[in-house]
């Protein structure tokens, strides 16, 4: 397989939301075609849509299965910090009907979660489409790539401070943080109240809410300081223990997600491989 550059012409997604967007390719599938009907990606908090990592992404998948839709999906940063439940899902809304607008027989769905945006995106879609739908999202396989995460008050600082203004206006963003941050400690270490990252972490776990039967690649970094690799062992160990079909990729040297372009060429091998062998 000969992986595109980063470089390539980015996607034209329509807008189906405020959060939601989708791509739709140019050709259909022939019909003994097993590649992804709809590939799910869902970003991690407050990436740009001219992220070269994101577009990476975008054309990689093109170049795997061009002929496969893409739904993208955004997590913005106030999701994290201010955003309510019913705030956040609102714009999801959408979602149900994008899903089961793809034009398949046989809809085979490949789930891609970056870092704990895409977890927690990925954890309201599916409980939007189960009280939508009264059942499950059918989905072939999910990646998680550095994720989920349960952050200490030192990685939640790490993810929280990477977008924050530079001069005079630094210092207000950054107090308003260690504020949350302050606040998620004493209610999670003080009074054991679990974070919204706490029961994001369970939900992916939870058949009622996620579809068991599909397979799963975890990809961690021992150098990732933002999402802790033994966080991601832990779920896939947790998976596993329950029947899961889990494969890893492990990095030792890359920073929080940053496989996908620093380690390019074993990471989408790793990708395709996977999905060759999840159907």
Request: glycine share 6%; net charge positive; with cysteine.
């Amino acid at each position: 397989m000969v992986f595109p550059a980063p470089e390539q012409a980015n996607l034209e997604f329509q807008r189906l939301s405020k959060t939601v967007f989708l791509y739709t390719p140019p050709t259909t599938p022939p019909a003994n075609s097993t590649d992804p009907t709809t590939i799910l990606i869902c970003q991690w908090m407050g990436i740009s849509p001219k992220s070269r990592s994101l577009n990476t992404a975008y054309n990689q998948y093109r170049s795997l299965y061009p002929n496969s839709r893409i739904l993208s999906v955004r997590s913005i940063p106030e999701y994290f910090s201010t955003a309510t439940a019913s705030t956040r899902r609102a714009p999801l809304k959408q979602i149900i009907s994008a899903i089961d607008s793809d034009p398949a027989p046989e809809k085979r769905i490949l789930v891609h979660l970056f870092s704990n945006g895409g977890s927690l995106s990925f954890s309201d879609i599916s409980e939007i489409y189960k009280q939508g739908t009264g059942h499950v999202l059918s989905v072939t396989a999910i990646i998680f790539d550095s994720c989920p995460g349960r952050p200490t008050p030192t990685e939640g600082w790490a993810a929280m401070s990477v977008g924050l203004p530079k001069g005079i206006l630094w210092y207000p963003a950054a107090i308003s943080i260690f504020l949350i941050l302050g606040v998620i400690a004493i209610g999670r270490y003080g009074l054991g109240i679990p974070t919204f990252l706490d029961r994001v972490f369970s939900k992916l776990n939870d058949w009622e809410l996620v579809d068991r039967r599909a397979k799963r690649l975890y990809v961690w970094s021992d150098a990732d300081k933002i999402v802790a690799a033994r966080e991601c062992r832990e779920h896939a160990r947790l998976a596993k223990l329950e029947g899961v079909k889990v494969e890893t990729l492990e990095e030792t040297e890359t920073a929080h997600m940053t496989a996908l372009v620093k380690d390019g060429k074993r990471y989408w091998s790793t990708i395709e491989k996977f999905w060759k062998g999840s159907k």
